[in-house]
């Protein structure tokens, strides 16, 4: 499949903001999914209803949410723009703040269910044998479950490539900025004579989301075993 | 055979499982100490408490004159400040690790001056060299009970804790592993607390025997 320049800058575009996105929420997904599999505190309820929210939440929301608070007069975007003297409006970074908080959901199930097949007698072992608490994390802990992080990496980077209404309304469908894959066709339907264009990033598309989706399942089955899956 | 000539393990708890307590009293003298008992009274529960896994409601433990536990004066240890080779029933070996690995776990965590012994010697004294680069899954019953000894060992432990260890071995090994604790136990002077439900096997292997 033959693409244009400009729909080759769509794909590198799309693959930046994703990349991005999914590199720089993965800590925080770890961090909730453990939270969530681990923690025993109050409000963890609460918690697991906050990250699941954008799963729920018309995509136009979440876009209208970040809109309000990274405006320049907004509550972040004010002081983003005060203290370092950048935006995320009408950004590449906004796009990928977007993507990120979209992807966050799903990220965090599949880190969550792989840090829950990780057999609590096995770190008990490592305490025996002379591993603290932070020696068993990384040693045990940690290698048990990467595989799902991995997992969940690879689902949320296929997330972030679909993303499409937060990201325009939180940053608009500029061609060269903000203009991803999927705001790419978006816009390529609205110009007559355009169904080749559409069809060849479709295409793109469906290859990109099938191939991420094989991926991340072959990675949790190669951890769990028997019944461990993401999908 | 060198015994250590002081009390090992002295053990006077009160264990919580569910809504059920349990009083457990042990005072071993030094080679292997076997508890012995029907299923269900907290065998296991014990070594649990004495390896740092499970708080007892009360009482006191301690391990040839080292306290690891005391509830009247606010000492608990945590489990890698014990020092104990735990030989689970379950095993629990690494399945990310390969065996050498696994057995060096403890030994990479152990102070220097605690790694009295090499991997080499471990494996050649319980037969499992040829086994140093295969996964845990692809062992047999008793290749992995020698690699979770050897773990144990090599950790670096001032006890060892063996919970059932014949039970998952066919009537031929459990010759030999009987024949291997009497020989850890002569050849590293390390007192052993066991579990076991079958009366006759280790009745044969312990210096002392405590009924729970």
Redesign the interface.
């Known amino acids: 499949m033959l693409l244009s320049a400009q729909e080759w800058g769509v794909v590198a575009l799309s693959a930046k903001v994703s990349g991005v996105a999914i590199l720089g929420v993965l800590p925080l997904a770890f961090a909730l999914a453990f939270a969530l599999a681990r923690g025993r505190f109050r409000g963890r309820v609460l918690l697991d209803a906050l990250v699941h929210l954008p799963l729920v939440l018309p995509p136009v929301v979440i876009g209208w949410m970040l809109l309000v608070a990274f405006a320049p007069a907004g509550p972040i975007g004010a002081w983003l723009w005060r203290l370092f003297g950048v935006t995320l409006l009408f950004r590449w970074t906004g796009a990928a703040l977007a993507a990120a908080i979209m992807a966050l959901p799903l990220m965090v199930r599949a880190i969550r269910l792989s840090l829950e097949a990780v057999d609590p007698r096995l770190e008990q072992a490592a305490r025996t044998l002379g591993a603290g608490p932070w020696a068993t994390f990384w040693r045990v802990t940690l290698p048990l479950c990467a595989p799902g992080i991995v997992a969940g990496a690879v689902l949320g980077f296929a997330r972030s490539l679909g993303e499409f209404g937060a990201t325009i309304t939180f940053v608009s469908n500029i061609p060269g900025e903000t203009q991803t894959l999927p705001l790419a066709i978006y816009a390529a339907l609205q110009v007559p004579g355009s169904d080749a264009t559409v069809l060849r990033l479709a295409g793109v598309a469906v290859l990109l989301s099938v191939l991420a989706l094989v991926a991340s399942e072959l990675l949790a089955r190669r951890q769990g075993g028997k019944g461990a899956h993401v999908l | 055979m060198s015994f250590d000539p002081a009390p090992s393990f002295d053990i006077d708890v009160v264990l919580a499982r569910g809504q059920l307590e349990f009083p457990v009293r042990v005072a071993g003298g030094g080679g292997i100490t076997a508890l012995v008992g029907p299923s269900g009274q907290g065998k296991t529960s014990t070594l649990d408490a004495v ?3 499970l708080r007892p409601l009360s009482g006191h433990i301690a391990v040839g004159g080292t306290v690891l536990f005391d509830a009247a004066r606010g000492i608990d240890l ?3 400040r ?5 030989v ?1 029933q ?1 095993l ?1 070996l ?3 690790l390969s065996v050498a690995d696994n057995l060096l ?2 030994w990479r ?2 102070a220097p001056e605690r790694r009295t012994l090499a991997l080499d010697e471990v494996a050649g004294f319980l037969d499992i060299a040829p086994l140093l680069a295969r996964r845990p899954h692809t062992l047999s019953g008793g290749e992995a009970q020698r690699v979770a000894i050897g ?2 060992l090599l ?2 432990p001032r006890f060892l804790l063996m919970d059932e260890p014949l039970t998952a071995l066919d009537p031929a090994r459990r010759e030999g592993v009987i024949a291997l604790i009497a020989r850890i136990r002569d050849a590293f002077a390390l007192p052993v607390l066991l579990v076991s439900h079958q009366q006759d096997e280790v009745a044969r292997l312990a210096d002392a025997v405590v009924e729970i």
Do not use: V
């Not at chain 2, 014990?82 to 735990?86: D, E, Q, S």
């Open positions: 390896a740092g896994l945590p489990p890698e014990r020092a104990a080779g735990y689970f379950d629990r690494f399945p990310h776990f403890g965590q152990a773990r144990a950790s670096g």
